[in-house]
């Protein structure tokens, strides 16, 4: 029949914990009248530094330590790749924001100032491309690294959890023999004290190296890498391609602004027919003094009639 558990060895728990973990074995023992063994085996059997640590690691629910001490506004913490971060006018450079702010609706402008930037790129291009060519057949450039990444070796993590469960039963069969023994020696004690100091060890480097796996940088490493290197030649024809894209945005531009003028003129003629059609209604025609000839740009005169 299993023994019952003592009310001790919650107790003996909770003052610990509420100490901070700085109430030694010995003075828990003194204070629960047990031997300062079994203080040892309730410890490491009922987890009472995983509690600890769990308490150190995090602020306990309901305090307001942060309260106030937010992240400020606008902060970047969240942020991954950055192609959806909220962008505002005062981030920008100086030269960015007046360029921006230059910026106006009319179309005209606006279709200037896109063809103004085609052709920059258009000449850019061509520079690159010229450069290349004169380049030597032999020389490579690196367009792409592509690396493997593998997750780590946990040999040594494997090998100190299996030296743990082996001690943690030879500490089991010393308790046993010091708990069955009507005065326990002072030998198989000091094999018990031991024990638990090596236990206590091999518990931090599990916690530290199980923790430095959750960080997830540390449990990956590059098991190849591969380099990806263009010849100027290949380097060339792809910036040709793009060239060529350019120069048909280009061509499709100047399209958009011929079309553009075009019905600019066509409105300005239907404007000047609606004008002299309004001068031929009323009879009143405004006639341009120097060439004697009816005027169609303006019908201000007859309006005020």
């Known amino acids: 029949m299993a023994r019952p558990r003592s009310p001790n060895r919650d107790k003996a728990k909770e003052r610990w914990l509420e100490s901070g973990g700085t109430l030694t074995t010995k003075e828990l023992a003194k204070e629960a009248e047990v031997p300062e063994s079994r203080i040892r085996k ?4 009922d987890g009472w530094k995983e509690e600890l640590d769990k308490k150190k690691r995090g602020g306990q629910p309901g305090n307001k330590n942060a309260t ?22 005062d981030d920008l450079t100086l030269e960015e924001r007046m360029y921006i702010e ?27 491309i010229k450069a290349l060519e ?6 490579l450039h690196t367009d792409k690294v592509v690396e493997m990444l593998v997750p780590k070796s946990n040999k040594r993590l494997e090998g100190n959890k299996k030296r743990l469960e082996e001690l943690t039963i030879e500490r089991e069969n010393v308790v046993w023999e010091i708990e069955g023994a009507t005065k326990p020696s002072k030998t198989l004690e000091k094999k018990l004290d031991k024990i638990e100091r090596e236990i206590e060890a091999l518990r931090d480097k599990v916690g530290d190296e199980e923790g430095d796996g ?16 263009a010849s100027p030649f290949d380097r ?8 060529n894209k350019t120069h048909g945005r280009i061509i499709k531009l100047l399209d958009s602004i011929k079309s553009y003028e ?9 404007e000047k027919k609606y004008r002299l059609a309004k001068q031929k209604l009323t009879g009143a025609y405004n006639i341009d003094p120097e060439t004697g000839e009816i005027d169609d740009e303006t019908d201000d005169e007859i309006d005020n009639l």
């Open 68 to 89: 106030g001490h937010g992240a400020p506004p606008r902060n970047k913490n969240a942020e991954t790749h950055g192609a959806y971060t909220t962008v505002h006018l």
């Open 236 to 243: 060339s024809m792809k910036l040709e391609a793009e060239l």
């Open 102 to 128: 230059s910026i106006t609706l009319d179309t005209k402008d606006n279709m200037l100032r896109e063809l103004q930037l085609l052709i920059a790129k258009e000449s850019d291009l061509r520079k690159k």
């Open 214 to 229: 959750e960080g997830g940088n540390e449990t990956l490493t590059t098991a190849m890498k591969t380099v990806v290197k």
């Open 42 to 45: 309730w410890k490491s059997e």
């Open 262 to 270: 075009l019905d600019c003129r066509r409105v300005e003629l239907e």
């Open 134 to 139: 004169q380049e030597e057949e032999n020389t």
